[in-house]
C-alpha cells in the first residue's frame, strides 16, 4: 500500500510559478512511476507529467511542455512538479498518483488506468 500527499498548491496570476510536492510513504520500489494528473471543473482528469522512481525517464502532456519540470527526491520521497508561465486554464485540482509499474516499463504512462494510487489532491488557481 502506498499513500500520496500533495502540497504546494494556492492562487497565483496567469504568468506566475507554483511548485507542487508529492510526498510518498508505504512500500515503494524503484520500478514505481508517479504522475501529476490535472481535473478542471466540468472536464475529465487529464495526464500532466510523469516519472520512473529510477532513471531519469520523463514524460510530459503537450499542454504543458516547456512550462512545467517534473523531479524527484528519492531520499526524501517526494516528486515535484515545477510549473512555470502558467495560464488560466492550468487552473484546476491536480493529483499525484502511483504506479507499480510491476512489469518494469522504462516509459511512464499516460493512462489514468494504470495508477492504483492517489492523493487528495491540491487546488491550482491561475487569475487571469
Known amino acids: 500500500q502506498v499513500q500520496l500527499v500533495e502540497s504546494g498548491g494556492g492562487l497565483v496570476q496567469a504568468g506566475g510559478s507554483l511548485t507542487l510536492s508529492c510526498a510518498a510513504s508505504?512500500?515503494?520500489?524503484?520500478?514505481?512511476?508517479t504522475g501529476w494528473f490535472r481535473q478542471a471543473p466540468g472536464k475529465e482528469r487529464e495526464f500532466v507529467a510523469a516519472i520512473r522512481w529510477s532513471g531519469s525517464t520523463t514524460v510530459y502532456a503537450d499542454s504543458v511542455k516547456g512550462r512545467f519540470t517534473i523531479s524527484r527526491s528519492n531520499t526524501k520521497n517526494t516528486v515535484s512538479l515545477q510549473m512555470n508561465s502558467l495560464k488560466p486554464e492550468d487552473t484546476a485540482i491536480y493529483y499525484c498518483a502511483a504506479d507499480r509499474n510491476i512489469f518494469g516499463y522504462s516509459t511512464p504512462s499516460s493512462s489514468r488506468t494504470r495508477y492504483e494510487y492517489w492523493g487528495q489532491g491540491t487546488q491550482v488557481t491561475v487569475s487571469s
Open positions: 508505504g512500500r515503494t520500489t524503484s520500478n514505481y512511476i
